[in-house]
């Protein structure tokens, strides 16, 4: 995590709280370094925006190394909904591989 990039980003939050673009970038700052601080913006992100997609990929990943494999779950079978509904093929494939991969995983 840069920390000028983290400022930037903060301060894009800050003008615009409702741009889900902004929130998700701070997730995204913070996913490596500080997961749990990533999760709780995510968790913003499919409350107050739904249908904002690129969220479920990197929520669901997080809820999976968190073994809340209910949570990721549920949060795959979502996200592959709204991505389908809203007609975004690529993001579509790429949470159905996930979620193929997730349940290979919890076997």
């Not at 690129?54 to 190394?65: C, G, Q, W």
């Not at 079978?77 to 790429?94: P, S």
């Amino acid at each position: 995590m840069q920390a000028e990039r983290l400022k930037i980003l903060l301060q894009y939050l800050a003008e615009e709280p409702n741009e889900p673009f902004n929130i998700y970038g701070v997730a995204m700052e913070y996913i490596n370094s500080d997961p749990d601080k990533a999760l709780a913006y995510l968790e913003q992100l499919l409350t107050e925006h739904p249908d904002y997609v690129p969220t479920y990929y990197h929520a669901a990943t997080l809820y999976f190394e968190k073994e809340q494999f209910e949570k990721a779950e549920e949060v795959y079978k979502l996200g592959i909904e709204i991505a389908h509904q809203k007609q975004n093929i690529k993001a579509y494939d790429e949470l159905k591989r996930a979620y193929r991969m997730f349940l290979d995983e919890i076997e």
